[in-house]
């Protein structure tokens, strides 16, 4: 059941990637090419929970090293939320260190009966485990 916080709904959902696609800006596989590098990329996420939806990203991703990275992207994401349909677009900021995926994201559109859809929330995954979303929205 979705929590309250500050006025706002919490939704929670585990994160199950389906798909992963990531290069270099020279079309290399990101994991074919050692130490500093930029990438962009894609990935299929289904989440399950509050969040019932699929959602397509796409990103950035900068590599000081092989063991790090910071990232940014979008990802549209559908399907049900508490119970509405629709779709909405996220903003991640964030990175990987020490084996875990970790990130921030901000609503910046949605539509269906999710139209109106505001809110920031974390993901996080650690290595070899579900992902945690956690979106604190307020749907007017």
Not at 37 to 58: C, F, I, N, S
Not at 75 to 89: A, D, I, K, P, Y
Not at 96 to 125: N, P, Q
Request: with cysteine.
């Amino acid at each position: 059941m979705p929590g309250k916080l500050r006025g706002m709904t919490t939704a929670q959902a585990d994160a199950g990637m389906k798909s992963w696609d990531e290069h270099t800006w020279d079309g290399k596989r990101y994991d074919e090419v050692t130490g500093p590098k930029q990438t962009t990329g894609g990935m299929t996420v289904a989440y399950t929970g509050d969040l019932e939806a699929v959602g397509d990203q796409r990103f950035v991703m900068s590599y000081p090293d092989d063991d790090s990275c910071v990232s940014t992207g979008y990802e549209v994401v559908t399907g049900t939320l508490n119970g509405r349909n629709g779709s909405f677009v996220l903003h991640h900021t964030g990175g990987f260190r020490d084996g875990v995926a970790d990130g921030t994201f901000t609503v910046v559109s949605a539509t269906g009966d999710l139209a109106g859809l505001t809110g920031t929330g974390r993901i996080t995954w650690a290595r070899g485990e579900p992902g945690r979303f956690e979106l604190d929205y307020d749907l007017s």
